[in-house]
């Protein structure tokens, strides 16, 4: 099956670093990627969804100057968390699809960023 | 718009005995729902999928799930529990059948079912 791999799994940092969260596809060409944040025993929220070459569409409420998405190529998207802050400490999770076969998303393993 | 319920955030069962995670959705398309499963620390792993074909849909690891459209409902169904199955469950509907593609476009979580096992 599709495959996607997400880098780092876990990153701990001082509060106004910045922190960059890789998303891989590995064995299919993603033309969309989507970016989700997890709080503790909640939900997904969709942040963004980049087009591969094009850039990314933020949901209402997140910051694009705080949250870089960069989609140069078909399998790879970066997520920048540009300095952060205790706040923004959360799970962030990524996905990929390719839009033009019949398949749904791909989800990666998903990084957990603890900023100190 | 497009919004999902999950009426349960905790279902506990015993090893060996039937599974039901309930879930509800709105649509104002024609739906594509889809059941995930997230293990601690993980990402999502799709359980299964129903696009307009089969009402009744099979997916990995023994479960099921039925789409009603009268009831507006998708609940997620596995015969005989595993201590594996303990885990955290989504349900998820998309708007999907953009012109001329086949994107599943954006999707919308319910706020997910916390399944325990017991031995």
């Known amino acids: 099956g599709a495959v996607v791999s997400q880098h780092p799994s876990w990153v701990i940092c001082k509060s106004g670093t910045s922190v960059k969260i890789e998303c891989r596809s590995l064995d299919f060409q993603a033309t969309t990627m989507f970016w989700y944040r997890q709080f503790p025993k909640q939900s997904l929220m969709l942040m963004a969804t980049?087009?591969?070459?094009?850039?990314?569409?933020?949901e209402q409420g997140v910051e694009k100057d705080k949250f870089l998405i960069n989609h140069a190529s078909l399998t790879l998207s970066t997520l920048t968390v540009t300095s952060a802050h205790p706040e923004d400490s959360s799970f962030y999770i990524c996905s990929a699809a390719d839009i033009y076969s019949n398949q749904p998303q791909h989800f990666g393993d998903g990084t957990r960023l603890s900023i100190l | 718009a497009q919004s999902v319920t999950q009426l349960d955030s905790h279902v506990s069962v015993s090893e060996g005995t039937p599974v039901l995670l309930r879930c509800n959705y709105s649509?104002?398309?024609?739906?594509?729902l889809f059941w995930y499963v997230q293990h601690p620390n993980k990402g999502l792993q799709l359980l299964l999928k129903y696009t307009s074909a089969a009402t009744l849909v099979k997916g990995i690891n023994g479960f099921e799930a039925e789409f009603k459209k009268s009831e507006t409902s998708f609940h997620l169904t596995k015969p005989s529990a595993h201590m594996s199955d303990a885990a955290e469950y989504f349900c998820?509907?998309?708007?999907?059948?953009?012109?001329?593609?086949?994107?599943?476009?954006?999707?919308?979580f319910g706020q997910g079912t916390i399944l325990t096992v017991h031995p």
């Open positions: 980049s087009n591969e070459g094009s850039k990314a569409t933020y």
């Open positions: 998820v509907v998309s708007d999907k059948a953009r012109a001329g593609g086949t994107s599943y476009g954006k999707l919308t």
């Open positions: 649509s104002s398309y024609s739906p594509s």
